[in-house]
Each structure stands twice: as C-alpha cells, then as structure tokens.
C-alpha cells in the first residue's frame, strides 16, 4: 500500500514539473512577445505599427483593449493603421470602446484623413447593440455626405436590429444609389419590422434596377413567411 502510495506521489509530481516546464516558459515567451510589440507600435515604419496590431488583436488579454484605444486614437497615425485598431476594437465588442468610437465617428478632426475611417468606425459600433448612442450615432450617418459612411451606418443598424432605425431606412429606399437601396433592404429584413412591406412592394413593383426588384421580392416572400409561421 505505501509502495503504491509513494508511486502514485512521484507520478503526480513528475506532471506537475512536466506542466511547469510548459507553462513558465510559455508564460516568459509571451511576456517577450508582447513587450516587442508594443515596441513596434513605435517604429518609424507604418507597415511594422501595421504587424503589430494585428499581433494584439490575436492575443485578447486585458491590455489588447488599451493598446488598441491608442492606436485609434493617436493623431498622428497613419489611417491603414488607425483603421485596423477600429475593426479590432469592434470585434472586442468591449464596452470600454465605445465612447472613442463615437468621438472618432463625430468628429472630424479624427475621420478626415480618409473617409474610411469613419466608414471602418461605422461597422465597428454594429457590434454593440445595447448602447442607444450608437444607434443614434448611426441614424445619423444614413445622411452622411459620404457614400461608404452611408452605407455602413446602415448595414450596422440592421446588424443591430433597432426598430428605431426604421423611418431612416424607408427614406434610404428612396435614395437613387443601388448599393444603398439594396443595404437598407437587407437591414429592414434584418430588423423585421412590418411597417417595410408597403415600401418594399413598391420598390419590387416598380424599381428600375432588376437587381434591387429582384432583392425587394425575395424579402417580401420571407416576411411572408415569418407571417404565416407566427
């Protein structure tokens, strides 16, 4: 019994040296790795401070959130930088992000290098759907002068699905631009509101574009559907 008992012993701290051995390493290895890259945010060269985010977007620890905020946020960044921190901040879906979103999003001081960022910024906030500035925020940018923005505010706030954005996006029917059309189509099916169904009858009776007829259709038979099935 005590042979027995002294075998299973060593076996038990022979796994745990084993898990020791994996682990500190691992753990110092990451360390590294992780202070390497927040050095590279410093380099000189964009594509390096390119790598580097993309490096924190895969390592989702407490600090990923922070260190992306300041990438977004830094002035003077260059925007294929800045734009890839907003996409990763909105895939974190971390509440913390939100009120630099919107600010990068109002103000222009922060989006006019390039009319993606706030486009980019646009698709970042549809992934937080209990947060009424942002649905605001985004009613707001179906009017945008920029044609990205417009678009991407729109698929955001049929990604969230707010019925408060519905009025806005009836309007967005009327616009003459087919890939706004067919965005606020597929939001308004996203959403599922019926007050749509008059307004997308029109537009699959009487459209111009046979793509949008056709898209119009298609969701007028699943809000069918849905009817028949409720």
Sequence with gaps: ??????????????CFFIVFLIIVPYKIIEAEDF?????????????????????????KNEETVNLLMQVADEPGEYWPVKIKAIQLLGET???????????????PFRNDECPSIKSYTAIALGNFRDEP?????LIG???DRELLTREASIQSLGKIGSPKAVSYL???????NITIKLSAIKALE????????????????????PVVKSRAKTVLDNFRHIKEHN
Excluded: C
Aim: glycine share 4%.
């Design 170 to 176: 009836l309007q967005a029917l009327k616009e003459e």
């Design 35 to 59: 202070n390497k890259i927040k050095a590279d945010l410093d380099d000189r060269d964009w594509n390096i401070r390119l790598a580097a985010v993309e490096k924190i977007g895969k390592l």
């Design 190 to 209: 996203n959403i599922g509101d019926p007050q749509a169904i008059p307004h997308l009858k029109r537009i699959a009776e009487t459209d111009s574009d």
């Design 133 to 137: 500035k942002v649905v605001d925020t």
């Design 1 to 14: 019994m005590v042979h027995r008992y002294k075998e299973s012993y060593t076996i038990a701290l022979m």
């Design 93 to 107: 879906a971390n509440p913390e992000a939100v009120t630099l979103l919107l600010l990068i999003f109002n103000d």
């Design 141 to 143: 940018g179906v009017d």
